[in-house]
């Protein structure tokens, strides 16, 4: 199952980006906090990767394994919001925010990948608009200069779609063909 483009362990992402920051994070208070939270993350993910489920096919443990993967979830959150930890990292960190991008990856992982192999799961961009924008409208009859907008998703569920796209411009702009080609989901 591809996953998006960035890596779907955005919390561990971003741990490690502390962890090897340059110049921020260097203390001995810093490096003794990211170690002490590194911990707890590696069990946290590991307990999480070992766990199966749920899938696209409903079974009995369905309930049981959420209420376990959410049980998992509050005992790390309590964990990290300690307040010593919410004073160093600060909401601009991120570190408290992507934990719950990464639960909500774990959530979804087995499920997901029963969709094939085009399905989507972790941060990506996705098809929001198509609008014409021809320098003046005698243009428009040559070709539509056709823009798309892609939005930023933290989280999404979706697939991995590629199109094509000739218009028959007859009938709107006169006898020409435009082609209109883009990739709609990165």
Known sequence: MPKSDRNPLVHGSNLEQKENH???????????YLSEIRNEYD??????????????????????????????????????????????????????????????YYLFKDLVRDFGENALIGKSHTFKDIFFVPPKYSEMLK??????????????I???????????TRWFWGSTKAQISSKLLH
Do not use: C, M
């Open 22 to 32: 340059r110049t921020k994070y260097r203390d001995v208070e810093s490096k003794k």
């Open 158 to 168: 979706g697939a991995r779609v590629s199109a094509s796209q000739t218009l028959l």
């Open 43 to 104: 069990k946290w993910r590991s307990a999480n990767l070992e766990l199966a489920g749920p899938t696209s096919t409903p079974t009995d443990q369905d309930d049981a394994i959420i209420a376990t993967r959410v049980e998992f979830l509050s005992k790390y959150k309590d964990f990290l919001d300690q307040q010593h930890y919410a004073e160093k990292f600060d909401s601009r960190s991120n570190l408290h925010s992507s934990v719950l991008e990464e639960f909500l």
């Open 143 to 156: 070709r539509p200069y056709a823009r798309i907008e892609k939005k930023d998703h933290d989280f999404v």
